[in-house]
């Protein structure tokens, strides 16, 4: 989600690493430190099996107050694979490798998100080009946000959708997380990160208390 009113939000809370062994630790140890490097606050490799998917959470950005980018961007819903479809892409990896960004809660819910949301974009591209180096087939990166309003809001339309030109961005610009209808929530259960949702835009500690944005790259 991209504006104040519907960016999932969530406080962080420390919890035990649940991460499962991997069967190739040093790559997935190189992935790890290519994510920090890049600036992640924290990021981990699990098998894609721990993904859910749910079509109900991709149906938010739709209703019931939809998300001003919602039919803006080829990431975004109704434009995006359904989770149904994405369901079954699933099957074509082994693994995710997924980071977040700790920033105080006060800039996510300012135009601050917007800063934080690109560098997540940034992080997910660079981390999928990694992947492609290492020989990784196929590979695939998620961030949280909409592309439209990261990159080019200053356009009154998606070249892409609109004038069926190239993306401008394409080394930037990822598919959003929530589209394809990811639990984020069970996600980072998984990778050992506890938070819960800020439900108020105006929560009393906003200005002291953290709260994550993430993105991942889906690779076998």
């Known amino acids: 989600m991209t504006n104040p009113g519907k960016i999932?939000?969530?406080?962080?809370?420390?919890?035990?690493?649940?991460?499962?062994?991997s069967q190739h630790p040093q790559l997935h140890d190189h992935l790890v430190?290519?994510?920090?490097?890049?600036?992640?606050?924290?990021?981990t490799v699990l098998p894609v099996g721990v993904l859910q998917v749910d079509g109900k959470l991709a149906a938010l950005c739709g209703s019931p107050h939809r998300c001003p980018s919602y039919g803006l961007a080829p990431g975004?819903?109704?434009?995006?694979?359904?989770?149904?479809?994405?369901?079954?892409?699933?099957?074509s990896y082994q693994y995710v490798l997924v980071f977040?960004?700790?920033?105080?809660?006060?800039?996510?819910l300012s135009p601050s998100r917007l800063t934080i949301a690109r560098t997540v974009h940034r992080i997910t591209?660079?981390?999928?080009?990694?992947?492609k180096t290492c020989g990784l087939h196929p590979v695939k990166g998620f961030a949280a946000g909409s592309c439209k309003e990261l990159?080019?809001?200053?356009?009154?339309?998606?070249?892409?959708?609109?004038?069926?030109?190239?993306?401008?961005?394409?080394?930037?610009?990822?598919?959003?997380?929530?589209?394809?209808?990811?639990?984020?929530?069970?996600?980072?259960?998984?990778a050992g990160w506890a938070f819960s949702k800020i439900q108020s835009a105006s929560p009393?500690?906003?200005h002291t208390a953290m709260g994550l944005m993430a993105g991942l790259v889906l690779f076998t």
């Open 8 to 21: 999932e939000v969530f406080t962080s809370l420390p919890l035990k690493d649940t991460a499962m062994p």
């Open 33 to 43: 430190s290519s994510a920090l490097a890049l600036g992640a606050s924290a990021a």
């Open 76 to 91: 975004c819903p109704p434009h995006a694979p359904s989770s149904t479809v994405f369901q079954k892409q699933l099957a």
């Open 100 to 108: 977040k960004i700790d920033a105080l809660i006060a800039d996510l």
């Open 125 to 131: 591209a660079k981390l999928e080009q990694t992947c």
């Open 151 to 190: 990159f080019c809001s200053e356009d009154p339309f998606c070249r892409v959708l609109h004038d069926a030109e190239p993306c401008p961005y394409p080394d930037l610009a990822r598919p959003s997380l929530s589209a394809v209808g990811i639990d984020f929530k069970a996600l980072a259960n998984q």
């Open 204 to 206: 009393p500690d906003e």
